[in-house]
C-alpha cells in the first residue's frame, strides 16, 4: 500500500479509536471509579491518560512505514 492512502486510513482509524477510547474510559470514570477511594481514581485516571497512547503509537508507526 502506498503512503498516501495508509496515512489516510490510519487519520481516520485514529480519530474513531480516540472517540471510542474516550467514551468508554469517562464511562467507566463517571461510572465505577467515583465511588472507588481515592487513590484508585488517581490510577485509574493516571492509567486511562496514557494507556492510548501505545496503540495509537504503532498505528502512527504503521502509518509512516514507507512505500
Not at 481516520?12 to 481515592?38: H, K, Q, T
Request: aromatic share 14%; proline share 6%.
Amino acid at each position: 500500500m502506498r503512503a498516501r492512502p495508509r496515512k489516510l486510513i490510519g487519520a481516520v482509524l485514529l480519530l474513531v479509536f480516540l472517540v471510542f477510547y474516550v467514551w468508554l474510559a469517562s464511562a467507566i470514570g463517571a461510572g465505577r471509579i467515583s465511588v472507588a477511594p481515592a487513590w484508585a481514581q488517581v490510577a485509574f485516571f493516571l492509567a486511562a491518560g496514557l494507556l492510548w497512547v501505545l496503540p495509537a503509537g504503532l498505528l502512527i508507526k504503521w502509518m509512516q512505514r514507507p512505500d
